[in-house]
Nanobody, 113 residues
Framework: QVQLVESVGGLVQPGGSLRLSCAASGRNTNAMAWYCQDPGSERELVALLDNYGHANYGDSVRGRFTITRDSARNTVLLQMNSLKPEDTAVYYC?????????WGKGTMVTVSS
């Protein structure tokens, strides 16, 4: 059993930065990831951090976003830099354990001037 708590998103100007966090309580996770979903679109992978500490990124965010873990084993961060209006979406944290996956409730990020 894993419970995920995402930080609050917010409104950011184009070119600005925002940091999201996701804290997982319960069992240790094997990997964690961030996804995003625009209205009317399917949920897409933003960034994934595997159990070895290696990161993978979606094409649209590579070079701008960074996924990391903080000192807590089951806390993952998403540093979002050089934000663009097309980054506007609901961002969801996802955790993987052996046999199951868990989703956060999502946090809204709006990039607009």
């Amino acid at each position: 059993q894993v419970q995920l708590v995402e930080s609050v998103g917010g409104l950011v100007q184009p070119g600005g930065s925002l940091r999201l966090s996701c804290a997982a309580s319960g069992r240790n996770t094997n990997a964690m990831a961030w996804y995003c979903q625009d209205p009317g679109s399917e949920r897409e992978l933003v960034a994934l951090l595997d159990n070895y500490g290696h990161a993978n990124y979606g094409d649209s965010v590579r070079g701008r976003f960074t996924i990391t873990r903080d000192s807590a084993r089951n806390t993952v961060l998403l540093q979002m830099n050089s934000l663009k209006p097309e980054d506007t979406a609901v961002y969801y944290c996802r955790a993987f354990t052996s046999g199951m996956t868990y989703w956060g409730k999502g946090t809204m990020v709006t990039v607009s001037s």
